[in-house]
């Protein structure tokens, strides 16, 4: 296992020089796309969108819109936006495989998306773009299967650090969120390449917070119930902002014309809100960074966090590319931010609002992305505010609560949802969805012509490994298969030799598995079939035949990965 882990911690340092570099290209990307956009590749693209023309702001997000949907329709593989979710499903369901064209054409619409003033985020893509690196490392070193899910937490881990300058976040997220465990064989790589990712970064950008405020103390412990009421209204306003995208997904599926023009239309509609409230464009990091100053207004506070909450579910329904970390920051500092300025308002020694900022912050992006340990970092390294740890945790702590009690799932799990997966079976289903049937398929079976006769079938099936043989066409296709059973009273009236054949005593409606569907699948088939024995094809479409797999098979594989898993756990 020694070997294993050193093996995988210095690909994992290649991992993090490689997805920083990445996250760099991405960030410059964004800053040259917004420029030609607007005028300024700065992160606080607000206020430089207010001193433009009204149809300016109108029309930039809608021909950018136009262009992303142009984009995705064309080169992404499945014809939809990258998402993190794609990074968490490769590596529960898929062996931690992931495709670099839809990684690297998925990065190019989410720098248009972003640059063209979507309300989305940068760093869901930037984990996408890192996750991709570390799968496409591992598939050319041709590495297993659990090595490989290690590699893309390790991408993913890189990515997240170099976005934020967060490397402790960074290794907790890809943990927390895409490998979903601590095992030391994965952990340690992950610590390595997010330490690298960050190195990386900073040569660049500099060792700063992302967040230049200054340090916010608690003033009192009275204090503690506001922070609880906080939780509750971020773990509602996440609710809100998740139901939003949803209806908003819904929304966009009712509109006439091809889906490639949706993108265009969601930019006409956060380009008319931009006309009022240039602050929901973009990432939103300035406006961020005045809620933390404590200069805004509390009308301004409630309007662009709600204003934000719509332009975000927009984007993300309509088809924009990009992700929702940065927006529920936005969206939680502006709730904290407004909360705090509300509570100024009593006759009590309360914090500053900014504190509750960064408070709403951490409250409201937990309860969207289901991550409460590696959010409430990110947080923290964003701000430098570890003062407010003790109210930060609590507040996060309550707004998950709420939001798994009243919507049960955190924005990835939904999303994958939405594509009929579910990861919220528990840890045992999870790991046989990660079995392909391909590992393990078996040669082992007796195959046969459509031509064979009877008389050569009457020996064969009898003497066949499995007391059933398959029968398979000239071009490699399954035709179906032949049991004794399948023979009846041919196998004993031998005056049937010489006219009856394979092809006419072929079954042909038993269940097959394809060699890429899941383990789970096929014990789910085999039981409903109330069979020992599956076929295996390449594919549904060819049925070109591949073998079997036996349920005695499928349940050694599956207690052989439950029990790698465990040493791995204890590890």
Known sequence: MQDDVLRLSLLAMLIGVMVGGAVILFREAIALIQSVAFGSGSPRLWFHAAQLPWWHRLLTPTLGGLLVGVWIHAMMPDRRPPTVADAIEASALKAGRMSFRAGLWGGVASALSIGCGASVGREGPAVHIGATVGSWLAQIFNLPRRSTQTLLGCGAAAAVAASFNAPIAGALFANEVVIGHYALKSFAPVVVSSVIGTIVSRAWFGDFPAFEVSVLPIRSAWEIPAFLGLGVLAGLTAILLMRGIRLAELGAARLPGPPWLRPAAAGALVGSIAVVLPQVLGIGYGVTE???????????????????????????????????????????????????????????????????????????????????????????????????????????????????????????????????????????AALLRSIRVHEVVSPRCEVVSPDLGLSDLRIIVPQSLYGEVFVVGDNGELLGSITFADLSLAAFDRSLDGLVVAGDLVRRDRPVIASDESLETALRTIRSARRVLLAVVDDRESRRFAGVVHERDAMNAYTQALLEARRDERS
């Open 290 to 428: 005045q809620a933390l100053m404590g200069v805004m207004p509390l009308a301004l506070l409630a309007a662009v966090c709600i204003a934000k909450i719509i332009a975000t579910a927009i984007s993300l329904g309509f088809g924009f590319a990009g992700g929702v970390f940065s927006p529920s920051l936005v969206i939680g500092a502006m709730l904290g931010g407004a909360y705090g300025t509300l509570l100024a308002e009593l006759p009590i020694a309360t914090s500053e609002s900014g504190a509750y900022t960064i408070i709403g912050m951490g409250a409201v992006a937990a309860a969207v992305l289901g991550a409460p340990i590696s959010t409430s970092l990110i947080v923290f390294e964003m701000t430098a505010n570890y003062p407010l740890t003790i109210a930060v945790m609590l507040a996060v702590v309550v707004s998950t609560a709420v939001g798994r009690s009243l919507h049960r799932q955190s924005f990835f799990t939904w999303q994958l949802e939405q594509r009929g997966l579910d990861l919220l079976g528990g840890f045992q």
